[in-house]
């Protein structure tokens, strides 16, 4: 089943102990239940490896629920960055708000949904009983990163297209960073050039301070273990 494929993949994204996993809509494609069962095993395999988590997600409430803190990304550009607390109870920027407006309503289906939700917060405050150290070591530090496609127009011509333009963040050890946007706002990409699976374009990416996007071969793949990724399929 998809559920236990994704697991088998986070499984062997964890065999080598990495300190970063980078997961991209690691449960949009499962069931409810499903998806939470994968929402809990990466918390659990988070906290016993000391690892830090990225997860890229669409959808703000799977984001709301692993997150310490979150980037609301559009059209490639960083909207906002903060703490999941704040970005639920006091988004500042319009488009945030924009995005928390527009999530289903829980009057549509009360019961079932109610039911659900009691869940995620019970499980949220379990979670964020254990504090986290606000001074805990920056692990990855993306600075103006930028990434653009060369996109061909007419017979010869090409045309840049700036999918992540100048995005910049911080995740911190044992912490998650959630990334949240609408499709097409630059998520994978940005994800794939943090990994150098895209060349960037610009920018640097700081991995235990130092630059993953100039490092030289031998370096890059000792470090590049360090890093793993689980993507939807
Ligand atoms: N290889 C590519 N060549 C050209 N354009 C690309 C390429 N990959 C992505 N893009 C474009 O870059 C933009 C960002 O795409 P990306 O896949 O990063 O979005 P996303 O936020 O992950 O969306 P989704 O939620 O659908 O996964 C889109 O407009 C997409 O069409
Ligand atoms: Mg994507």
Redesign the pocket.
């Known amino acids: 089943s998809g559920g236990q494929q994704q697991r088998v993949m986070i499984a062997v994204a964890l065999a080598c102990s990495p300190k970063l996993l980078i997961a991209?809509?690691p449960t949009?494609a499962l069931d409810v239940t499903i998806q939470r069962q994968v929402m809990e095993l990466l918390a659990r395999l988070k906290q016993s490896h000391q690892m830090s988590l990225l997860f890229?997600?669409?959808d703000l409430g799977v984001v709301g629920e692993i997150s310490d803190h979150v980037v609301v990304?559009r059209h490639?550009q960083v909207r906002e960055v903060a703490p999941v607390a704040q970005i639920f109870s006091a988004p500042q920027d319009a488009y945030t708000q924009a995005l928390l407006a527009c999530r289903p309503s829980l009057a549509e289906n009360p019961a079932r949904l109610m039911v659900i939700d009691d869940h995620i917060a019970g499980r949220a405050a379990a979670a964020s009983a254990v504090a986290k150290d606000p001074n805990a070591p920056v692990v990855l530090e993306a600075r103006g990163l930028r990434?653009s496609?060369?996109?061909k127009q007419g017979l010869f011509g090409k045309r840049e297209?700036q999918?992540?333009k100048g995005v910049s963040f911080r995740l911190r050890k044992g912490h998650t960073l959630g990334v949240v946007?609408?499709?097409?706002?630059?998520?994978?990409?940005?994800?794939?050039t943090l990994l150098r699976l895209?060349e960037p374009t610009g920018g640097e990416v700081l991995f235990d301070g130092r630059d993953l996007l100039r490092m030289g071969g031998a370096d890059w793949q000792q470090m590049r273990r360090r890093i793993q990724v689980v993507f939807?399929n």
């Open positions: 991209d809509e949009t890229i997600s669409h990304m490639g990434k496609f060369w996109l297209f999918a992540v946007g609408e499709s097409g706002s630059g998520k994978t990409t940005m994800g794939l895209h939807q």
